[in-house]
């Protein structure tokens, strides 16, 4: 175990992120780019492993093979610059899932990502919203400049207006599209010229000191003296950047380049190491756990299950908010009040390194689940506590599951309140009737529950449409009024997986109007585990 200096240098060199996108933003060309400035891969995807976790990982890449997504993809560990690096992947398209939302509970920050052509589009707004509950700090990468893209000044008040975050740019756009020059820093008083055809390589830095300096009109002809004046204005008119506003979540420095090119990213990781949070304390229900504590503390964000019929085994993910982990180390599963042993989890760092299988606060480990573990449960070393903020976010889609054959119900309702406590997909039950009713985020998580309930429930199952819209749960401290209200909405009303009322609404206008006549009822877009 490490003293508590070592800790602390541990946690201090930490960064813990996540990328915010809309799908084809460039969210995996940038991570790929990110990961060849960690050094960690050859070519993108390659995970390379530890000596004494050959085993586990070999049964992971089998695994990976067999479902076709990537359990040591979902984080990826990797230094940069002499910091440690842990990026979490947001699943996205086809699995965009809760998932998505609840990774953005395990990480300090986040890398928002804009297709500079587009401006902001809806998953990001939507992303966005989620980070809001804890004010993440924002970086942003305008991103796809070696395309003829929309006005700089236009995009960051879009951003400003739509995402209500003010924009800080540290680097400014020279050109765009087949014009595109290169970005001047605005900190670092430098122009840095682009060139095009290196994005699979770390690019050299051709750099300009100064704005002032001659050789930009060699290098840049008639851009230089229109840069001159767009950076006077630049500044006069947009924020300057303010780390406190920054970590405060109400300000974003932004970025400019290209991911495809190469370009401009390593100037966000650069931002990212010296601004963005370390590992932050986390709230429980007795404290606030600072990542110091030596007592081993850690929360499950996500259950990552495996679809393959043979293993019903799965991985449970946690964020680790203090202390370390080692193997062999013991710690408390405080929901079912039992101490565990941590024999094989998986830890997460790329690349050729070979490295002790440690882990710190801001590290995410893998546990293997064989259905003990909850979403949002907690693992400590030191006295009972339990995480909070790791909450079940309103779902956008909803379906009827309905049996193929009637005499398995038991069945069915057990396995959809199993899969609704591992976080993949949620379970409404009507008071008014027996139907099932379950609800997504995204439209994957129906099939896969599905294909679950077949392979590790013997239940065939199919869905119907279902007239709800929207799911709201419902809070009173007054019973006289709650019972008011359930007596007059029986018909709007149904439980949740973990037996929590909750509002379903056919439209979304219905749930307004709800609102306005019982201002009484707390409507919640998340429950706490
Ligand atoms: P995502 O994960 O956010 O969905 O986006 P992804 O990185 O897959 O990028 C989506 C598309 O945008 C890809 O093209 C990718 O090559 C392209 N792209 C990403 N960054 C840049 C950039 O800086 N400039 C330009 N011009 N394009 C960029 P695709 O044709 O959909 O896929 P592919 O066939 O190139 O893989």
């Not at 190469?262 to 986390?282: I, S, T, Y």
């Not at 013991?330 to 941590?342: E, I, M, Y």
Request: charged share 25%.
């Amino acid at each position: 175990m490490s003293n508590p200096s070592q800790l602390s240098t541990e946690v201090a060199n930490r960064r813990t992120f996540a990328i915010i996108s809309h799908p084809d933003a460039g969210k995996t060309t940038i991570t790929e780019k990110v990961l060849l400035f960690g050094q960690a891969i050859q070519r993108a995807g390659t995970v390379k492993g530890k000596k004494s976790g050959q085993h586990a990982k070999s049964d992971w890449m089998e695994m990976e093979k067999e479902r076709g997504i990537s359990v040591t993809t979902s984080v990826m560990q990797f230094p940069y610059h002499g910091s440690l690096i842990n990026l979490l992947d947001t699943p996205g398209h086809e699995d965009f899932s809760e998932d998505t939302y609840r990774t953005l509970t395990a990480v300090d920050s986040c890398l928002m990502v804009i297709d500079s052509a587009k401006g902001v589009e809806a998953r990001t707004i939507k992303l966005m919203e989620v980070t809001r509950l804890r004010d993440t700090p924002i970086i942003t990468f305008m991103n796809k400049l070696d395309r003829e893209t929309r006005d700089p000044v236009d995009l960051m008040d879009e951003v400003e207006r739509v995402l209500n975050i003010a924009c800080a740019p540290i680097t400014w756009p020279i050109g765009m599209g087949k014009s595109f020059k290169g970005v001047y820093h605005l900190l670092r008083d430098e122009v840095i010229l682009y060139h095009t055809g290196q994005g699979h390589m770390i690019q050299e830095e051709r750099i300009i000191k100064g704005l002032d300096n001659p050789e930009l009109e060699t290098a840049l002809g008639g851009y230089a003296a229109e840069l001159r004046d767009e950076v006077e204005l630049v500044k006069g008119a947009s924020h300057q950047f303010d780390q406190q506003a920054f970590l405060a979540g109400e300000l974003t420095p932004v970025f400019f380049g290209t991911a495809l090119g190469n370009f401009g990213v390593d100037h966000m990781l650069d931002g990212l190491v010296e601004w963005a949070p370390v590992p932050q304390p986390r709230q429980t229900d007795q404290c606030l756990v600072q990542p110091e504590d030596e007592n081993f503390s850690a929360f499950v964000f996500k259950i990552q299950a495996n679809m393959d019929p043979q293993h019903r085994d799965r991985v449970a993910f946690l964020r680790i908010v203090s202390g370390q982990y080692a193997p062999g180390m013991k710690a408390r599963h405080v929901r079912l009040g039992k101490d565990v042993r941590f024999s094989d989890a998986l830890t997460f760092m790329a690349g050729d390194r070979e490295r002790a299988e440690e882990a710190f606060a801001g590290d995410i480990i893998g546990l293997h689940n064989h259905g003990t573990i909850q979403l949002g449960d907690t693992f400590t070393s030191g006295a009972d506590m339990k995480f909070t903020g790791i909450p079940n976010f309103a779902p956008e889609l909803f379906r009827r599951i309905r049996l193929k054959d009637p005499l398995k119900a038991k069945q069915l309702q057990k396995g959809l309140i199993q899969l609704s406590e591992e976080g993949a997909v949620q379970l409404f039950r009507p008071l008014r009737n027996n139907d099932l009713i379950v609800g997504a985020v995204g439209v994957l998580q129906f099939d896969v529950v599905v294909s679950r309930l077949k392979t590790e429930y013997k239940v065939e199952a199919i869905y119907e449409p279902i007239n709800v819209s929207t799911a709201r749960w419902v809070i009173c401290s007054d019973e006289r009024k709650l019972d008011e209200f359930k007596r007059k909405n029986n018909d709007n009303l149904a439980l949740d997986g973990a037996n929590q009322l909750a509002y379903i609404a056919p439209t979304m206008v219905n749930l307004s109007l709800a609102q306005e006549r019982y201002p009484d009822i707390e409507f919640h877009k998340t429950r706490e585990h």
